[in-house]
């Protein structure tokens, strides 16, 4: 049962939730990062707008990598209102906010308020938390749904009801859509483990589990039904180079078991200590608080000594061992173990104590970010020297209040941390993204189409541009010659430096009409941020016309 401790004011801290709240939200308005995120958007937009449900598709021709739940999920939200950019960061950002309050409802339950409070303040406040906001990942809806799937498992292993079996098994069906069967992996263990190790043993293995299961292949069952209606009814269509594709197969086991063991069609590779590493700056600034408490509440637990909960502990040892193992390894992966992580760093926050070297680390740490944010800004000439400083000034103003308070020590440490990273998601969203954005050419060539009225081809893929022009894009065949094609008092065309060596190869005339700015803007190194050396890491895309 959780603690009885008196409830102190939350009040202050409920502030401090809503600004970090909105810091976050500032990446609603930020232009869409290349990458996988413009993918996405572009396949829920073109549900959208063609209200096909069933299939997805992506330049044209059938795709298959994610199931469907996000794209659902996104088109519903523009049906509400529209499909922007903003839309679609939105529909992510409503499941961190429902992944706020299942981490809440969670901690509190088992650990009582002061836990809950620390806890969403953490994990709201953890640094690749707030890049997500911005950079939309699937994880950010898995995030939300596996912790709410642990939380009425457990729920439904003390009470029984069937109440809390169905909001289990629906959310567990929810992140089987969103990413596969996988995701199934952390609850299980989690749910499991939590019976056993409160003597729930008789309650494990019953005839409920059956129904649960029956249940949970009812859910999951539009999803299948969708993938055998445009792959497996169709063993001509070509996917990943291959024929006689099935579409069932694909999301039962290579989507992402085959990633896993390098057996699928989407490969990898990696190593052991990859996440340890990752997890270091991904949940910054509590990372060391987290592995602290993750070693101190493990050793209890293999000491036989009893815990309030250990859901959170398996939840999170089991999914963060195969993502170890896998042969394929991104940092983002990490975020549906935040919810666990920031459960484990405030029992032990609240609860514990760490050392006063600790907590020394995480102060400099904190010093060391302002340092390497206040400096970014002024080295690689991010923003104007004023805005440094007013950054400056306002952060040591909020940090002098914090120490001023009178406040418990424990209590201000959060506060210091979490508004540090108030600070690092305004830099974010408002300093460093749209300095950046200015080399996505896909989103500065959709700028200057929108305003021609003459037509738009694109002979060099790009999602942003896809998803920022406002007509309909010709994809040119670039093992053609252009000219045929195209008449050069209506196209404008989008092109790299290799499409215009195949046009100088082929002979073909043309005409350059912009030269933009471009950079793989997901994949930035010191070199491009530094003034000095950016010219040789940045390239060009082309806007031509052919004559």
């Known amino acids: 049962m959780p603690n009885s401790n008196k409830v102190r004011d939350h009040r202050p801290t409920r502030v401090l939730l809503g600004l970090i709240i909105i810091a976050n939200a500032l990446g609603i308005f930020c232009p869409l ?8 958007a572009n396949i829920s937009r073109d549900m959208y707008l063609s209200g096909d449900l069933l299939n997805l ?20 939200i523009m049906h509400v209102f529209g499909p922007h950019d903003w839309v679609f960061k939105l529909a992510s950002f409503l499941f961190y906010l429902i992944s706020l309050r299942y981490c809440f409802v969670f901690a509190k339950r088992h650990y009582g308020k002061e836990v809950a409070m620390t806890a969403i303040i953490i994990l709201a406040s953890a640094m690749h938390v707030i890049i997500s906001n911005s950079d939309v990942r699937a994880e950010t809806l898995l995030m939300a749904m596996i912790i709410a799937a642990v939380h009425h498992g457990v729920r439904w292993i003390r009470e029984e009801t069937w109440s809390q079996m169905i909001w289990a098994v629906l959310w567990s069906a929810l992140a089987i859509l969103t990413k596969g069967l996988f995701v199934l992996i952390p609850v299980v263990f989690g749910v499991f483990v939590f019976a056993w190790h409160q003597g729930y043993h008789k309650r494990v293995l019953n005839w409920r589990k059956l129904v649960a299961l029956a249940l949970l292949v009812i859910f999951i069952s ?38 896993f063991f390098n057996t699928g069609p989407i490969t990898g590779s990696g190593y052991p200590l990859f996440f340890v590493q990752v997890m270091l700056w991904a949940f910054a600034p509590w990372s060391l608080f987290f592995y602290w408490a993750f070693a101190k509440m493990g050793w209890r637990m293999i000491t036989g000594r009893r815990l309030m909960e250990v859901a959170s502990l398996a939840g999170f040892i089991s999914m963060f061992v ?13 975020n549906i173990l935040f919810p666990f992580a920031a459960v484990i760093t405030a029992q032990q926050w609240i609860n514990g104590n760490y050392p006063v070297w600790l907590k020394r680390v995480f102060c400099a740490s ?40 009178g406040s ?76 045929p094609q195209l008449r050069s008092d209506e196209h404008l ?18 005409d350059i009409i912009d030269s933009l700015d471009h950079f793989h803007t997901t994949k930035v190194n010191i070199k491009f941020l530094k003034p000095q050396t950016r010219s040789g890491e940045a390239f060009h895309r082309y806007l031509i016309r052919m004559r």
Request: proline share 2%; hydrophobic share 50%.
């Open 33 to 40: 990062l290349m990458g996988d995120s413009a993918l996405y």
């Open 493 to 510: 065309i989008y092109a790299d430096q290799h499409i215009l060596q195949k046009l100088d190869t082929r002979g073909e005339d043309y």
């Open 322 to 334: 195969v993502y170890s193992m896998s042969s394929f390894q991104l940092s983002h992966y990490l």
């Open 222 to 259: 539009p999803e299948l039904w969708c993938l055998y209606q445009q792959f497996d009814l169709h063993p001509e269509k070509l996917v990943y180079g291959e024929r006689n594709v099935s579409g069932v197969w694909f999301f039962i086991w290579e989507s992402q078991f085959g990633r």
């Open 408 to 483: 418990l020590k424990k209590t201000k440490l959060l506060w210091h941390g979490s508004t540090a990273m108030i600070a690092f998601a305004i830099f974010l969203n408002l300093i460093f993204y749209p300095w950046l954005f200015q080399y996505q050419s896909g989103t500065t060539a959709a700028a200057i189409f929108n305003d021609h009225d003459q037509e738009i081809a694109q002979a060099r893929n790009s999602f942003l541009l896809e998803f920022y022009t406002d007509r309909e894009l010709l994809r040119i065949d670039t093992s053609m010659a252009f000219a």
């Open 366 to 405: 904190l010093l060391m970010l302002y340092m390497v944010l206040i400096w970014g800004i002024i080295a690689f000439e991010l923003a104007p020297l004023w805005q440094a400083i007013v950054f400056g000034f306002v952060a040591l103003l909020a940090h002098g209040s914090i120490w001023q308070s």
């Open 57 to 76: 598709y992506v330049n044209g021709t059938d795709w298959l990598d994610k199931p469907h739940f996000q794209y659902w999920w996104t088109a519903l």
